[in-house]
């Protein structure tokens, strides 16, 4: 008998979805739930006393632990997973293409291999090893280098100084049901980005509000996967209209603040997994127009069972991109290493860039003359470069010479300082000064680009 009220049962095992690039398979139950059992509905709740007990064993398994050990900062081993056979790819061709050739080329143009082969190593590995709130220039394919910023409300940039307006919390946009108005607020906020050349934004953030008390919950939409999945989707398509790759965030199952930076294994069965704390993620990729827009995504700290979203290739391949049909980067959320965070590892399991400067425990690749770590990175250069091209680095600014990105951090204010307040706003009181002191005068002269400090991309 059919259920749920349909004329005969549907199974997508075989054809999939109709939004779906490939069927959708169970890639994550056999490490994902360590053999907890889950409420079910079945026969009315039968599973009910077993499933809300109380734990008896507050363990981790042999086989957990030991994919932890080999995969962690202190005892990951590059060479155990090379993949016979593979092939050293071309590096350090003289092809002539420039990364501005590619302005409007699909995914799979044939040009993308010739750019590809241009690429050194050495560009590889800086590449993919040094992803924060930037990305680096590349020199053998006319890269410029970018900028990236915070944060999920509207443009707050620490890092170089540049703030814009604060729009209203997630939460509150989601409340409003209002589809329209969200895109106005992407809208609004990628037009502040773009008048700042800053293309890529650090949001929106689409966890869950798995409970009340989680310390993020202001910049996290709902409860409700779907509701998160449309409001986000219309903030991040028209955000895209001005440019701006948003990075939708985190990429899965960061749904609380407390130990996620320890390795904090969530338990959840697939069924969960995919139609509650994946689901606004999946909308945001799918209603997406990847030949013309750029996207981003940003992986989670944490792990599903014991691998690391930021190295998961179930997660960011199998599903990400096979499954839903994504194209662009993937960068990991900030890379300060707590033990399992490895460039290598990451690369090698789909996530294309670290967010970081290359200075914490094992951000180098270790291992320059493997194949497969040299076509893993081949790979994860291609996404970051779609993702870059597509944006107003390449459609909106200049892109053959002047100033690159990383110098303009330090001229991010170009208007003159002037006494605007002094002739009302002291009375004649006499204030106490640091004058004739040997001090020097940091001034208020206007930045020029020929006065900006230098930086080396």
């Known amino acids: 008998m059919p259920t749920g009220g349909v004329d005969a049962d549907v199974d997508y095992s075989t054809t999939g979805r109709a ?14 739930t360590a053999g907890i059992t889950f409420l079910s509905r079945a026969d009315g709740f039968a599973n009910y006393d077993t499933a809300t007990a109380a734990p008896t064993n507050y363990s981790m398994s042999d086989e957990d632990r030991a994919f932890l050990d080999a995969h962690s900062v202190a005892h990951y081993v590059p060479a155990d997973h090379d993949v016979a056979g593979d092939v050293m790819p071309t590096t350090g061709a003289k092809n002539g293409l420039k990364l501005a050739d590619m302005i409007g080329k699909s995914y799979d143009d044939p040009d993308w291999d010739k750019l590809l082969d241009q690429l050194t190593v050495d560009e590889m590995c800086q590449l993919v090893q040094v992803g924060g709130f930037s990305t680096i220039e590349v020199k053998s394919v006319g890269k410029v280098a970018t900028m990236d910023s915070d944060g999920t409300g509207g443009l707050n940039d620490w890092y170089s100084g540049v703030f814009g ?6 939460t ?37 509000h798995r409970t009340a008390f989680n310390g993020r919950n202001f910049e996290y939409y709902s409860e409700d996967g779907v509701l998160a999945g449309y409001i986000a989707s219309a903030e991040i398509n028209a955000a895209g209209e001005k440019g701006v790759y948003a990075y939708i965030k985190h990429f899965v199952v960061n749904d609380q603040e407390i130990n996620r930076c320890t390795a904090q294994q969530i338990r959840v069965n697939e069924q969960t997994l995919r139609e509650i704390y ?41 599903v990400l991109r096979d499954e839903w049909g994504f194209q662009g980067m993937v960068l990991t959320d900030w890379y300060g290493s707590y033990g399992y965070q490895l460039t290598m590892d990451s ?18 690749i270790e291992n320059p003359d493997s194949p497969t770590m040299v076509k893993a990175m081949r790979q994860a250069a291609k996404n970051i470069m779609f993702t870059i091209v597509r944006s107003g680095n390449y459609t ?62």
């Open 19 to 32: 939004s779906d690039n490939a069927v959708a398979t169970n890639r994550f139950e056999s490490y994902s």
């Open 165 to 170: 307006t604060p729009y209203p919390t997630e």
């Open 172 to 208: 509150l946009i989601a409340q409003t049901w209002n589809k329209d108005l969200a895109f106005e607020v992407g809208g609004a906020i990628g037009q502040e980005y773009a008048d700042c050349h800053i293309y890529g934004w650090y949001g929106p953030a689409m966890n869950m």
């Open 278 to 318: 994946m689901k606004p993620f999946e909308i945001c990729v799918k209603n997406y127009d990847f030949d013309t827009k750029p996207l981003a995504v940003m992986s989670s700290f944490t792990l599903i069972g014991p691998r690391y979203n930021g190295a998961n290739p179930d997660l960011l391949n199998g």
């Open 347 to 364: 690369v090698m399991g789909g996530n294309d860039m670290m967010l970081g400067f290359g200075s914490n425990a094992r951000t180098e």
């Open 396 to 457: 909106i600014e200049e892109h053959d010479g002047g100033m690159d990105k990383m110098t303009s951090l330090f001229v991010t204010i170009n208007a003159v300082a002037t006494n605007r307040f002094e002739s009302y706003s002291t009375a004649g009181i006499t204030f106490l000064s640091r004058a004739d002191e040997a001090i020097s005068s940091l001034g208020m002269e206007k930045l020029t680009v020929s006065e900006a400090p230098g930086a080396s991309s």
